[in-house]
């Protein structure tokens, strides 16, 4: 998903606002590192608890199946019994 977030003035500085959606989801608290990186800049949480795979999986699903993903109900197919049909 991509947002666009404006730029604005902190002090001498410039800064932008991080939606509280965001900040929940990455689990954001204090601080954030920043990484340059040629396509851009990238910032991770710093401290607390570490993102896991299973975690993004379960969030990634839950909001796909939120948002009516045709495939979010793809596990049930394994027991519809059509594995035993002669082919």
């Known amino acids: 998903m991509t947002r666009l977030l404006k730029v604005v ?8 606002r991080l939606p509280a959606a965001l900040l929940a989801k990455y689990r954001i608290g204090d601080k954030v590192s920043a990484e340059a990186r040629p396509e851009g800049i990238v910032l991770k949480p710093v401290g607390g608890e570490q993102l896991s795979w299973e975690g993004t999986f379960k969030d990634m699903a839950a909001e796909a199946a939120s948002s009516g993903d045709e495939f979010a109900d793809l596990d ?11 082919r």
Request: charged share 25%; glycine share 16%.
């Open 9 to 16: 003035r902190i002090g001498n500085s410039r800064g932008v």
């Open 76 to 86: 049930s197919t394994s027991t519809d019994g059509l594995d035993h049909l002669d």
